[in-house]
């Protein structure tokens, strides 16, 4: 009987060991292949393997990386999900270990609304000063690279942002809290939607002579200066931009800064030009160095009047009602007047001849539209000056006002001819649009108690991490005053598993979620 007994304990033993390196196995294979029926039965097998929630927890944070190529810019190639392939462009510095995180910068770049990818993207890149920064840091670089219908703050664009960053985490030992995003111009207009859309993945922004209003008027989003207490931002402006000047552009960081904002702002003399804000950079690098990302501040607020917009963190608003406002609600807004100067149009990169060739024009009340120009006209004088590159333009540009008279020499079909028009009028508007109700949340969490108020809120989600509370014990929910929660929430295999290939986040690895829809 005793020898029964040993004989069967060995077996139980041979079994489980046989099963756990199956999973183990298995969960090597899932995190390498893209999501499909192969990937769901992966998830199935693993779930029927039935290891312990922490031993899948600790195999994500393990994972191995592959040596590689260093000290080089690799031109890539991605499918964004409208089906068209576009490239970007990665730097590995010289220092990367892939048994050690290596942070990442993700550089946004200007002009995204030309009609064609830039020609050279990693001629482009390698000729930036990040890379010789990151370098001398031991940061990766990111650059993607966008175009009209897939710029910065439209689906296409953002998807593709947030898609490369999570390529990068698969391909390299990338520190998930040490990644940002920024850029100048359109890139910097970029950091400040990110921020205040989708700041999850990062752990500082980058703005450099930007518009926090960019990302809801071009992209018709709905964006809240609320949400900028959950990051930092670097921000730059410049006297003399002729898009967005320092006297108009402090204002909004100042409202920005009232509703909670933690921006270090830097006023700068020069003209909308990167190399104006250029010996920012070390300065810059040392600031995002020192603010690695807090995964799980004991402190959320969010607003989004959109469900794709609602998840910061460890909370997520999915239902907005159409209810009075709390009385604590304010909505952080001012009134702005539109006094830059915009021609209207995107340059032919390829052009070079004599002139700016027209490529594209803009959308919206422009010049260029006003006065006629089309694509594959050449400008060869504004007003009486000569034009034969993007610098004369430039010069031209300079000596305009808005509701001034300008005229246009052009080449069309071999003939030259004269264009005339004004330049629209100042114009106001609302920094931020506003087309819908909003809702918020203000929430906290201590000793597995969340304290939630809510303004507007029909739906919202609580997800849960082990680091944050302790899973053994009754999660209780507080809103308005009134417990709507009080139960144990038990980690679950498949909602890891999928948290994490969706996001591939190591450090943000979320065990399940409570969803909670309070009473009216």
């Known amino acids: 009987m005793f020898r029964f007994l040993i004989a069967v304990a060995c077996s139980i033993f041979v079994a489980t060991g046989i099963q756990a390196q199956a ?69 590995v510095p010289t220092t990367y270990d892939p048994k ?30 990040y890379i010789p920064l990151a370098e001398k840091y031991g940061w990766f670089v990111l650059f993607p690279m966008g175009q009209a219908k897939a710029t910065w703050w439209d689906e296409v664009g953002m998807t593709n942002i947030l898609t490369l960053v ?62 900028f207490i959950n990051s930092s931002i670097y921000a730059t402006t410049t006297d003399r931009d002729q898009l967005y000047p320092t006297a108009q552009m402090e204002r909004t960081i100042a409202m920005a800064s009232k509703a909670g904002a ?109 006065i006629g120009l089309k694509s594959g006209d050449i400008i060869v004088k504004g007003n009486d000056s000569t034009i034969t590159n993007m610098e004369d333009l430039t010069r031209f540009k300079n000596t305009l006002h808005r509701g001034g008279d300008v005229s246009m020499t052009i080449k069309r079909g071999g003939n030259e001819m004269l264009l005339q028009g004004r330049m629209p009028a100042p114009e106001n508007y609302f920094l931020f649009y506003r087309k819908h109700p909003s809702a918020v949340i203000k929430a906290s969490f201590s000793n597995n108690q969340f304290d939630i108020q809510g303004s507007r809120v029909g739906a919202f989600r609580i997800l849960l991490n082990p680091d944050m509370v302790d899973l053994n014990k009754n999660v209780t929910v507080i809103f308005d005053g009134e417990k709507i929660f009080d139960a144990r929430v038990a980690p679950d295999i498949k909602y890891i598993l999928r948290d994490y290939l969706t996001n591939r986040d190591r450090k943000l690895v979320f065990a399940n979620e409570v969803k909670l829809r309070p009473a009216k």
Request: with cysteine; glycine share 8%.
């Open 23 to 91: 999973w183990h196995d298995q969960f090597d294979t899932l995190i390498k292949i893209p999501p499909g029926p192969e990937q769901e039965k992966l998830i199935a097998d693993m779930v029927a393997a039935r290891p312990a929630w922490q031993d899948v927890m600790g195999k994500i944070r393990s994972i191995s990386f592959p040596d590689t190529t260093k000290g080089q810019a690799f031109l890539r190639q991605t499918t964004c999900i409208d089906g068209v392939t576009r490239p970007y462009v990665i730097y």
């Open 100 to 129: 050690t995180p290596a942070p990442m910068l993700v550089i946004l770049h200007g002009s995204v609304s030309r009609p064609e990818i830039m020609p050279d993207p990693k001629g482009w890149a390698e000729k930036t000063v």
């Open 166 to 227: 999570r390529t990068a985490k698969i391909d390299f030992n990338i520190d998930d809290d040490k990644v940002y995003l920024g850029g100048f111009s359109d890139g910097a207009s970029a950091a400040f939607l990110f921020a205040m859309t989708m700041p999850t993945d990062f752990a500082a922004f980058l703005a450099l002579n930007g518009h926090m209003g960019v990302g809801s008027e071009d992209g018709d989003l709905p964006t809240y200066a609320a949400n």
């Open 262 to 370: 933690k921006i270090y702002y830097r006023r700068l003399e020069g003209e909308h030009d990167f190399g104006a804000v250029k010996g920012e950079l070390p300065a810059i690098f040392d600031f995002l160095e020192k603010r690695p990302r807090n995964s799980l501040p004991d402190t959320i607020i969010w607003e989004t009047a959109v469900a794709g917009f609602g998840v910061c963190k460890w909370l997520a608003i999915d239902e907005v009602t159409i209810d009075e406002p709390a009385g604590w609600y304010v909505d952080y807004n001012i009134a702005m007047v539109d006094s830059s100067i915009t021609i209207g149009f995107q340059p032919a990169d390829s052009f070079s001849g004599a002139g700016v060739m027209v490529a594209a024009l803009a959308d919206g009340d422009y010049l260029a539209k006003r």
